[in-house]
């Protein structure tokens, strides 16, 4: 069972910075897979944040563009999400993803906050 495990997030003023890892439990798995971070505010859908290929393309949603940078060290098996700039609206609980073929994996899910 391939398990992504989380950790970072919490409580941070607007403007501040949080930084999120997340380790996946399959070297193999985690290699090559796309490894997304999606975020589910109260009473929203879940989103894509931003994700990185296993070749390192990334991708980002228009709202975190320019404050978010996502990065992925192959060798330790964890993806990274650099967030800057914060904003209330960034509020919500954010997941780590792995995407591979027909596979999808999710991490536990961790809350941040942020205050105005």
């Known amino acids: 069972q391939v398990q992504l495990v989380e950790s970072g997030g919490g409580l941070v003023q607007a403007g501040g910075s949080l930084r999120f890892s997340c380790a996946c439990s399959s070297g193999s798995i985690f290699s090559e897979s796309v490894m997304g971070w999606y975020r589910q505010a109260p009473g929203k859908q879940r989103e894509l944040v931003a994700s990185?290929?296993?070749?390192?393309?990334?991708d980002y949603a228009g709202s975190v563009r320019g404050r978010f940078t996502i990065s992925r060290d192959n060798a330790k098996n964890t993806v990274y999400l650099q967030m800057n700039s914060l904003k209330p609206e960034d509020t919500a609980v954010y997941y780590c993803n792995a995407r591979l073929r027909f596979s999808t994996y999710w991490g536990q899910g961790t809350q941040v906050t942020v205050s105005s």
């Open positions: 990185i290929s296993s070749t390192g393309s990334t």
